[in-house]
């Protein structure tokens, strides 16, 4: 699947975008391909396919909420969602696999 399709199914609503703040260190970890994951309170409806916009969020930096964000941003698509309740995983959250779009252009 190519970053064209996906963008055509969220504008046509086969996927839902989800923009989420993200920590320095675990941005860099995604950017990197290190972190291949995501763990998140399960308040989004999250599904597999779904894109997540990960905007580095640095709460040293700036003064604002709005400066907190440092304009750094990656888009993961997700590829599993395993939810809470099973597997040590607390009710109420869930961990998604992710893939970098970036990546997905390349295969």
């Known amino acids: 699947m ?3 399709e996906i963008e055509t199914d969220i504008e046509g609503d086969k996927r839902q975008r989800h923009d989420l703040k993200c920590l320095p260190a675990y941005f860099f970890a995604v ?13 989004r409806g999250y599904q597999k396919g779904d894109v997540l916009n990960l905007r580095e969020y640095d709460p040293t930096h700036g003064h604002t909420e709005r400066e907190h964000y440092t304009g750094n941003a990656e888009q993961v698509l997700v590829t599993y ?20 779009l970036a990546e997905l252009d390349q295969e």
Request: aromatic letters at 6%; glycine letters at 16%; charged letters at 30%.
């Open 81 to 100: 969602v395993l939810t809470g309740g099973q597997f040590g995983v607390e009710p109420g959250h869930v961990v998604m696999g992710i893939k970098l």
């Open 2 to 4: 190519t970053v064209d």
């Open 31 to 43: 950017c990197r391909g290190d972190k291949t994951f995501e763990v998140r309170r399960d308040d």
